[in-house]
């Protein structure tokens, strides 16, 4: 078992910047590829980047890229996740997922571990 712990959220003004981070804890001896998500109220949780077990492997969602920038500290358990530029619409739930796989992977089901989130608003 792997237990992720969210933490970076809050309030902020359209184009400035936060940094999420997700601190994994219990079984993390394993090779896991790490993952952000996000929830919007009313919409479905969509993703947003993952990293691959090494770092060397980083996928984005379209609307993440060249906004926001996933990467990972294996000696710290967390994988990180720097947002620039935030938009109105990047207001939401992100949560931070793992699975116990080399590879980075887009899908939501691949991912067996969930953090509880952390809310992230964007005001105008």
């Known amino acids: 078992q792997v237990q992720l712990v969210e933490s970076g959220g809050g309030l902020v003004q359209a184009g400035g910047s936060l940094r999420l981070s997700c601190a994994a804890s219990g079984r993390t001896d394993s090779a896991y590829a790490m993952a952000w998500f996000r929830q919007a109220p009313g919409k479905e949780r969509e993703f947003v980047a993952s990293i691959s077990w090494r770092g060397d492997m980083l996928v984005h969602s379209d609307s993440a890229k060249g906004r926001f920038t996933i990467s990972r500290d294996n000696a710290k358990n967390t994988v990180y996740l720097q947002m620039n530029s935030l938009k109105l619409e990047d207001t939401a739930l992100y949560y931070c997922?793992?699975?116990?796989?080399?590879?980075?992977?887009?899908?939501?089901?691949?991912?067996?571990?969930w953090g509880q989130g952390t809310q992230v608003t964007v005001s105008s």
């Open positions: 997922a793992a699975t116990p796989s080399y590879i980075a992977t887009d899908g939501e089901a691949a991912y067996d571990y």
